[in-house]
């Protein structure tokens, strides 16, 4: 009864003023609080991350932003408090939570917010299970360079915004679109009604794959201008609505718009986007400074959306040619002693493999170190992560895992990365175990060549930053 009652009186951006988010410093919940600020709410929050005294990072970009942040002892709720945001990992038990209630402010969580404020625009919303992040960076990008000056909330930092000294998961633009990324893994997808949705692919990740077909077929039903669909994966290709908004990397099928020519030179790749009309075909050449076929997909993803909503692709491969990534997507720290180090948010079983196979261009050796995150969805995915890893590997390539990155909560923890290493040992895979990360580097040292890629994946941990920053220090 208490969260219908809610759902009744937040039902669009006008319902509120000063909102307070429980964990602003979590990805999603930052790039809210920052959009809302930018639209001129009254906007604060609190974070568990929050302590007396130690620096933030985050808390201080906040800050800069107008966003009052506080420690997570309910101090920042308040009688003028109309509306508090909760991300689905804050439970009833937290005292900021107890302190709504007894105030009757209404609660609402973090999905169900974005779709509200994306009820308030012409809202892009792009789901699937990988390439999110990197998708809606390169439609923004697009739809900027374009002159539409559109507004964006992220699930990673825009290089070019972090540049401006932001978090760079958010921008508001004062056109009429908005680019948001739409979440399968908690269901809350289904709450999105966009003028566009795009799917860029269906992979077994935090649920079984009849589940996520029936939430994407449900996200389908709920677009309203342009359901695209990535006809060369497929289980996407399932869910098409009309082959005339989608596109594909496979030559042959019937989709409206094709990628091809795909080329990977260092740290570049290159490709060519054709678009055929009424038998008339519009082709542009792309250069892009990142890696792998996958990005090739992610920009004609992009490159896609943004001609069926106007703009030619000409102009959207001249916006890609800048585009400077995201935040632990094949990030680049440097090269330091012949070895060339990545950061990756790489965490389910395709990404890793489309990881590992972006970077064997780049040198002769690829040492890829993962660390899973959960002991549920390790167990769930051991299997998955076992074949993908196996098949991306190539014979002098190597996997390295370190334990389970445990988050807290009451999981059982009756699997180990050790297993997976076992597992893909058992498929003649170079793999090794070194449980304590903090020994990886002295461990790995024997194995570094002279043409060398270390790949560091893996997510959720927010401490995963300052480790690449450790490793590139031992290198």
Known sequence: MFQLLLLCMITSINDFNNVFFIGVAGTGMSAIAQYLKGIGKDVS???????PGQPNETKEKLEAEGIRCFLQNGEGITNETDLVVVSTAVEDTVEEVIKAKQL????????????VIARSKKTIAVGGTSGKSTTSAMLFDILQHAGMQPSIISGAGLTSIIKEGKIGNAKVGSGDWLVIEADESDGSIVNYTPEVGLLLNIDKDHKEIDVLMDVFDQFKKNTSQFFVVNQSHALAKKLSANPAHNFSVDAGDDAAFHASNFHQHGFSISFDIEHEVLSEVERSPFTIHAVGRHNMENALAAATVANLIGVPLSTAAEALKNYEGIYRRHQIIGQKNNVWLIDDYAHN????AASIEACQPIAKKVIAWFQPHGYGPTKFLR??????????????????????FYAGGTAVKDISANDLITDLKAKGVDAFFVENRNELVESMRPHFTEDCVLLLMGARDPSLELFAKTVWEQL
């Open 104 to 115: 009757n402010i209404p609660i609402i969580k973090r999905a169900e917010l974005l779709a």
């Open 45 to 51: 929050g609190s974070d568990r991350y929050f302590h």
């Open 383 to 404: 299997h998955d992560f076992v074949e993908e890893i196996s098949r991306a590997l190539r014979p002098q390539d190597e996997i390295w895992m370190s334990e389970i």
């Open 349 to 352: 079983p395709a990404k890793c």
